[in-house]
């Protein structure tokens, strides 16, 4: 059982619920996507290789996609990954995205 999240801020959801099928799905790759690799103590090859790969000088996108689609498939309830965009701006070195997932619960939309 997963609680529901506000996805503003990534605290629990007012008023306290539980989170749906597809909440909880799409809650869980948005976490694996914001998780570096080698954060969370009890899995350290779970997350992206931000330091790596992704705040690099010249970040190499296909790889970036790359790594969002294998972090995504790693999620249960998730069947593929449609589609991956992504934009850097490079001015303020942002990367900003979103992620298509067809899931067991259908079609979803995680942003990065």
């Known amino acids: 059982m997963a609680l529901a999240l506000n996805e503003a801020n990534w605290d629990l959801a007012r008023p306290i619920r539980k989170a749906t099928e597809a909440e909880a799905i799409r809650q869980t790759i948005a976490i694996r996507l914001r998780t570096a690799r080698g954060q969370w103590a009890f899995d350290l ?53 979103a992620a298509d997932v067809l899931t067991d619960e259908g079609l979803l939309t995680v942003t990065l």
Do not use: W
Not at 52 to 74: D, H, M, Q
Not at 76 to 93: C, E, K, Y
């Open 45 to 97: 090859d779970q997350g992206l290789p931000f330091r790596e790969a992704i705040l690099v000088k010249s970040p190499n996108l296909p790889l970036i996609e790359s790594l969002i689609r294998s972090e995504c498939a790693l999620v249960a309830g998730v069947v593929s990954v449609q589609r991956v965009s992504l934009g850097i701006n490079r001015a303020t070195r942002g990367l900003s995205g």
